[in-house]
């Protein structure tokens, strides 16, 4: 199956070429025919899946289809995420795509934490809207914005818009929103709270289902240290040094957390940012910029990056505390091993913490054998 052969735009297929995007992926396959179709769709499908082109190709696609309309408050398509990161990248995807079209198609990312007006200013003419929920809202209710006319809804990283603490922003979303609308959900785990709103969201959706998250992270490597608590820095130094990792994404229980080990690295000659919530969003993207580009070699994330965002090739995944769900410890290691390249997560277990850590294992239809460190010389790490 050829790009070509599921009907996207004639003029996507070269910008895919370049990007070497040889083939659909399995998602894309299916995904695809089923949007220009307009079917609702209820993909499962981990991100480094390929499941932002999945729908971003058909989706411009179809505008390209539309006729030309006046330049308004009025957006065709909404595309809600968690995240601002997430907001970010996914308008990426969508712009660079949309201007190899005849008819140029506009899209805009819009998220918190950044100054209101000028996202105000640039909203005329929009046709694409990538947006944080909160955000979102602050837009409408600033008359910047009109949902009246869209035309389709995409939730990306869907289990996680849905679940409590979006509850009320999304309902009241959904009544900003007119009825008859094509709505895509996408997700890297079906969970509860999916299962319970597809009914109510999705009309006779297509279903695609891409492998188990279980046998998705089979190329990811996992290995498991124990540890003792004041033992974790020291240990973290060792395995960046000893192993020369160049490109590590440490994860934190809080941020507090992360601002430390971010510290005590670069005092010890790593060089290594922190990002988490409480941090601006100029700095949470520069952090983000300086990792992916190379320039820096680590970055200590809490669970606010676990989800989402797309390191091409990342090498390694460390988790200095263990999450406490078993759903958060699958985002976080799939931030390895992406587009079929094999990753290395590593876990920090305290002894205590080795049966929580075995109900994740066994969750992931894994068994590893523990790496035992207190024999390790850690002098001067
Ligand atoms: P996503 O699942 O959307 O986060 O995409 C994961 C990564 O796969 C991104 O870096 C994409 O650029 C890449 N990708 C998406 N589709 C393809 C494809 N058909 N062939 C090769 N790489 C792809």
Redesign the pocket.
Known sequence: MT?DELGIHASLLPL?EK???????L??ERGIPAILNQHDVLGI??????????FVLPILTLLQRLPKREKNRKIDVLVLVPTRELAV??GD?FNEYGQSLPNPIKTMSVYGGVSINPQMKSLFGTNVLVATPGRLLDLVSHNALDLSMVRALILDEADKMLNLGFQDEMNEIFNLLPEVRQNLLFSATLSKNLEGIQNVLLDDPQVIEIESVEADIESINLSGYFVTDDRRGPLLRYLIKENKMDQVLVFTSSGQKADRVAAKLTKNGIDAYAIHGKKSQGARQSALDAFKSGKIKVLVATDLLSR???I?GLPFVINYELPRSPKDFIHRVGRTG??DENGLAISFVDRQEIKHFKVILKKMKRYIDMVETDDLDLHGY
């Open positions: 790009f895919l990007n070497k995007f040889h083939k659909p992926t998602i894309q499908a981990k991100t480094g899946s390929g499941k932002t082109a999945s990248q996914v995807v989402g965002i797309d091409a992406r587009a």
